[in-house]
Structure formats: C-alpha cells, structure tokens
C-alpha cells in the first residue's frame, strides 16, 4: 500500500545582485540588522541612512570565527522571539562570512524559513560568501558542517564599505576572487595578474566578473551536486588548517591561499598543472601579502581530518584539482600516498 505526495514544482529562488551604492529602502515589515560591534562601530550610521522599516532592531553577536556557533546561533533566535517576529519578517545580515552564514542559517530555520538579505561588508563576502545561499555554523568536528541551502532576496554590495578593510581582510578576499579565475577563467587570472587591486575602479571590475561567475556556476548547480564543488578549490585542504588553528591564527581566505598552493602542487605532482603555473600562482598569492606555507606537525593526522569535509563520503576523499590555470577538476580518486607526499613537503621541520 502506498500514499504518493505530489510535490513536484518549480520555485523560483532568482535574486538580483547589486554592485554600487544602497539607495534607500522601506521594509514593511519587522526588520533585524544582525552584526557585530566592529561593523556596527564603523558603518551602521550609514546604513541606518538608507534603511527604514516597520519596526527595526539591531541585534549584535561577537565578532570572530571561533564564535560562528551554537550559542550566537541561539542568541540571534532568542531575540527574534522575544520581539515576536513571523514569516514576513526580514532579517539582514550585515558584516562578513560569518555573519552572513549565521544570518542565513538563522533565516532557515526560523519558523521553518524566513527572508533574508545580505549586505556584505568584507571583500570576501562581497564576492563569495554572500553568494549562492550557502548557509551555516561550526562545531567542534569541522567548519560549516551544520547547515542549510537557503537563498537571499537580494544582495547589497556597497564598495564604501571597503574603505575601512584592513589590509589582511582585503588579502583574505582577493584570496577568493583569484580562486575563482583559475577554476573557471584564464583570461580573468591573466586580468588579474596585471591589475592593481588597490585600485577603486579596477577592484569593483573584478568583483562584478567573480560575482558573476559565481552566479553562473549556481545557477547551474544550486545545491552543490556537481560543479559547484569546485568552487572549493583550496577549501579541503584550508578547512583543515583552520581546524588545526582553532580558527583564531588565519582569516579564512588566508587559509584557502595556503590550500590552493597545496591543491596546486597534488596537481603539479599529477601531472594535472606545470610547475610554472604553480608558481605564478603562488607568486600572485604573495603579491598580496597572502600565506603560501604551513608547518604540518601530523600529516596522518592532517589527512585523516580531510573525511569531516562535507564533499567526502565514508571512504573517499574528493578532492578540487586544478587543471593548469582555468580549469578544474573534481576527484575522489587521488592515491593517498601521492596525497601524503605534498603533505609531508609541507612538514614541521
């Protein structure tokens, strides 16, 4: 005997990314800016300027990797409740990836789903996290292990905000944008390995050509079942690095630099990229001020933490290859030992 649910449909999750200035907007409804001090402390008077709503409340969680977890999680929650919001209530998630990941993950859950903007504040939010729905938190076995696909409404990418990044915040996110040109776009890595990224009117060209290829490659594969996981080239290797750091020594895009440069030489080593392409690679890392080493003290150990990558199975690691500059490749079939001998190039002495 069976009961069939026919639940077959089509739902449109399209939203439209904006790259200039926020002109000012009315919500009504209940709105809540979730932030944190540093980002409150230097642009919520800004933003404030172009936001009204029915109701608004500002609702602030530390700032800092080590603190994308439960208890933010469960602040956030408790103070939605407490001011009675429902599910035509928007939330706004105004800072970086940590914020926009709990935003959003929030925003999922909420009432089983509720509105969500993003306006990013960090170069590498504006170009990677905010983009395609990826919602989450952390816990003690890996980064962004608990979590849900939930996109925003819209995206707000304000470059004012980029005005006050710290040099190291700025590194982290060209980190991600150049990830982007050698997965997909040779002539984009060609663009950017002559550009001054410093420069207003050239950095905000870059950001619309990574945003849109971002937005290609989700709107080929919303839920990460095949390409999009190659937007992950470096994460394997960095998300264990900032495991093995508590999150507190690198920025995450500075732990995705050091995970390309390793993706990079398993490629070399596979005959998949020249050594050339590798350095040039590395040699662009550099340029901005980016880390391209780390001492492995376990390489074991190190290879063992790649199985709480949410793209392995029980038994295989898959693993973001690149092939040469502009290409990619998905693979759970690296020899291990091949695999334990880039690691251990990059041993503790």
Do not use: W
């Amino acid at each position: 005997m069976q009961v069939n649910i026919p639940l077959k449909q089509v739902i449109d999750n399209s939203y439209n990314i904006t790259i200039d200035t926020i002109t000012p907007v009315h919500f009504d409804s209940k709105v809540a800016i979730i932030t944190n001090p540093k980002v409150a402390g230097l642009h919520l008077g800004y933003l404030l300027s172009k936001l009204t709503a029915k109701e608004l409340y500002i609702i602030t969680i530390p700032d800092g990797e080590e603190y994308k977890n439960k208890e933010s999680v469960d602040l956030i929650l408790e103070s939605l409740f407490n001011h009675k919001f429902n599910r035509k209530s928007m939330l706004i998630a105004f800072g970086g990836g940590v914020i926009g990941d709990m935003t959003g993950y929030v925003a999922s859950i909420y009432q089983r789903g509720i509105s969500f903007t993003q306006i990013p504040t960090t170069l590498l939010s504006q170009v990677d996290a905010s983009v395609g729905g990826k919602t989450g938190m952390n816990n003690s076995y890996g980064k962004n292990l608990i979590g849900a696909f939930h996109q925003p409404k819209a995206v707000l990418i304000d470059p004012y905000f980029l005005t006050t990044l710290p040099a190291r915040e700025f590194g982290a996110g060209v980190a991600e944008i150049v990830k982007m040109a050698i997965t997909f776009n040779k002539e984009f890595f060609e663009f950017l390995e002559s550009a001054d990224l410093k420069d207003p009117e050239i950095l905000q060209e870059a950001i619309k050509q990574a945003v849109q290829t971002k937005a290609d490659v989700v709107a080929q594969d919303e839920k990460e079942q095949g390409i999009r996981a190659a937007l992950n080239y470096g994460h394997t290797f960095g998300h264990v690095i900032e495991n093995e750091t508590k999150y507190k020594h690198y920025l995450h895009g500075e732990a995705v630099a050091i995970g390309m440069v390793m993706a990079n030489e398993t490629a070399v080593a596979m005959g998949l990229m020249s050594g050339e392409e590798a350095k040039r690679i590395k040699l662009f890392l550099e340029k901005y001020n980016l880390p391209t080493t780390y001492a492995i003290s376990d390489t074991n150990s190190f290879y063992e933490t790649f199985f709480l990558d949410k793209k392995s199975s029980d038994a295989t690691i898959t693993f973001i290859i690149p092939v040469g500059i502009g290409g990619v490749e998905i693979t759970d079939s690296c020899d291990k030992e091949l695999v334990l001998s880039v690691l251990n190039s990059f041993k503790a002495l």
